[in-house]
């Protein structure tokens, strides 16, 4: 089955970085676009970075251009999100996600708090 495990969140001063990584499994990472997301109270799920199979496309949010960075490793079948430049509003719960055929499926998510 479909697993994907986030690591690396914590709680950072502002101006910080932190490296996301997440572990997936039970399909095939290497042809599989890998997104990022991230969810703070009151607001929905925010598409933060995406990432194709093979690495050539690459999307922010605008948000997040110039100070996030999403990268894979298909060998390992991890995808990471480099975070530098942190600001309190990036604080959230952030979330891998792959689309598997037509379905979506999250990891548990790991949270990320930036203080002022």
């Known amino acids: 089955q479909v697993q994907l495990v986030e690591s690396g969140g914590g709680l950072v001063q502002a101006g910080g970085s932190l490296k996301l990584s997440c572990a997936a499994s039970g399909f095939t990472f290497s042809t599989s676009v890998m997104n990022w997301y991230r969810q703070t109270p009151g607001k929905e799920r925010e598409l933060v970075a995406l990432?194709?199979?093979?690495?050539?496309?690459?999307n922010y949010a605008e948000s997040v251009k110039g100070r996030f960075t999403i990268f894979r490793d298909n060998e390992k079948s991890m995808v990471y999100l480099q975070m530098n430049s942190l600001k309190p509003e990036d604080t959230g719960a952030y979330y891998c996600?792959?689309?598997?055929?037509?379905?979506?499926?999250w990891g548990q998510g790991t949270q990320v708090t930036v203080s002022s």
């Open positions: 996600n792959v689309r598997n055929n037509r379905k979506d499926y």
């Open positions: 990432i194709t199979s093979l690495g050539s496309g690459i």
